[in-house]
Structures are given as structure tokens and as C-alpha cells.
T-cell receptor, first 112, second 112 residues
């Protein structure tokens, strides 16, 4: 699985958009970009994933660059409850076992 | 609650003792994963089951560790002769085929 690079920490004011970047310059054509987050003392929570098109769900939007070497997770209106560690993961999406390889993620602090 | 359930939530044990953790996945999820997470790090993959078959094991899973999923439903992770380095959060996740994994809240092990 391709490696990812994320900033170790970011701050965001409540109500503002949080834009979390991820670099994955060695991504292969069949690898997807996944985002999970982990709120303190809880298990990771799936947020969103995509291959090459931008994706949006009720939690967030995922913007993937045309060359697929980087992506941005957007939380449109961050709240205090979005304070968490956000993990960007790149992996093959197949029917066989496809474990998640977590890095150290970005610690997002949402402040008043 | 229909999420992934892990028991116990916390376990303190003396070095050298054996411990066993249990994971109850979401019903009808045929895939089950175990991860380990130490402080400040992302979760690390340990092992994976598809139904009752253990299909993949990480080199992190030393011979003191054993995992089972006897009937393809709940799973147990046993650590024999615990060491202080085994202190960590042990996370279980489950998924159906072709879908994202859902994580439990983990079992925090402290070896004293």
C-alpha cells in the first residue's frame, strides 16, 4: 500500500471549514484514498473514501487532485465534536483481505 | 447497540499472566480484524479472519498471541505470558465484503 504524508496537527475555529491535506505521491492506479478519524479513547470511525472523483457524504467531502497524488478532506462546518486524529489511508479495494495501514495522522483541534 | 462490541474495556494484569479479550462483530459481517494501538501511534494490523478462517497474520503477532473465531461470529484474542510491552489498546473491527470496516471501542491493556 502507498504511504501517505499528513501534517501532525491543525487548528480550526468552530463553524469554519476544516481542510485536512494528505500527500500520497506513490499511489497506484487501483488504490483508493480512505479517511478515518479517531476521537479520544474511541475506535477509528470511517469517514469517506474515493478513487479519483470527488466524493461527498453527510460527514465530509473528499477532493482528490487530478494526478491523484494528493487529496483534501473537508469538514464544512467544524464543531468541537470534530476534534480528533484524522488518518488518510491509501489501499487497494479488493474482495480479499485488505487491512488498513494507519500512519500517525493529523490531530485536528477545533476551538471556540 | 448494533456496533462492534469489545470486552472488557479495560484490563490490568501482572506481567507473566495470560489475558483474553473478546470481540463481537456486527451481525453478518464475515470479516473480522484485530489491531493494536500504542500511545501516540496509529493502529497496527495484527490479524484478519474471513468467517472462521484466519487468513492473514502480522509479524507483530508473536507466538504468545493467538486469535480464534471458532464459529465465524465472535472472536477472542489471547496473550500468554504478558510483558510490559504488550500494554496497548487492542481494537477489533468488522466488515462485510467490499465495504468499510467498523471498529469497536477497544480493550485497553495495562501490564504491571
Amino acid at each position: 500500500d502507498a504511504k501517505t504524508t499528513q501534517p501532525p496537527s491543525m487548528d480550526c475555529a468552530e463553524g469554519r471549514a476544516a481542510n485536512l491535506p494528505c500527500n500520497h505521491s506513490t499511489i497506484s492506479g487501483n488504490e483508493y484514498v480512505y479517511w478515518y478519524r479517531q476521537i479520544h479513547s474511541q475506535g477509528p470511525q470511517y469517514i469517506i473514501h474515493g478513487l479519483k472523483n470527488n466524493e461527498t457524504n453527510e460527514m465530509a467531502s473528499l477532493i482528490i487532485t487530478e494526478d491523484r497524488k494528493s487529496s483534501t478532506l473537508i469538514l464544512p462546518h467544524a464543531t468541537l465534536r470534530d476534534t480528533a486524529v484524522y488518518y488518510c489511508i491509501v489501499r487497494v479495494h479488493t474482495g480479499t483481505a485488505s487491512k488498513l495501514t494507519f500512519g500517525t495522522g493529523t490531530r485536528l483541534q477545533v476551538t471556540l | 447497540d448494533t456496533g462492534v462490541s469489545q470486552n472488557p474495556r479495560h484490563k490490568i494484569t501482572k506481567r507473566g499472566q495470560n489475558v483474553t479479550f473478546r470481540c463481537d462483530p456486527i451481525s453478518e459481517h464475515n470479516r473480522l480484524y484485530w489491531y493494536r494501538q500504542t500511545l501516540g501511534q496509529g493502529p497496527e494490523f495484527l490479524t484478519y479472519f474471513q468467517n472462521e478462517a484466519q487468513l492473514e497474520k502480522s509479524r507483530l503477532l508473536s507466538d504468545r498471541f493467538s486469535a480464534e473465531r471458532p464459529k465465524g461470529s465472535f472472536s477472542t484474542l489471547e496473550i500468554q505470558r504478558t510483558e510490559q510491552g504488550d500494554s496497548a489498546m487492542y481494537l477489533c473491527a468488522s466488515s462485510p465484503p467490499w465495504a468499510e470496516a467498523f471498529f469497536g471501542q477497544g480493550t485497553r491493556l495495562t501490564v504491571v
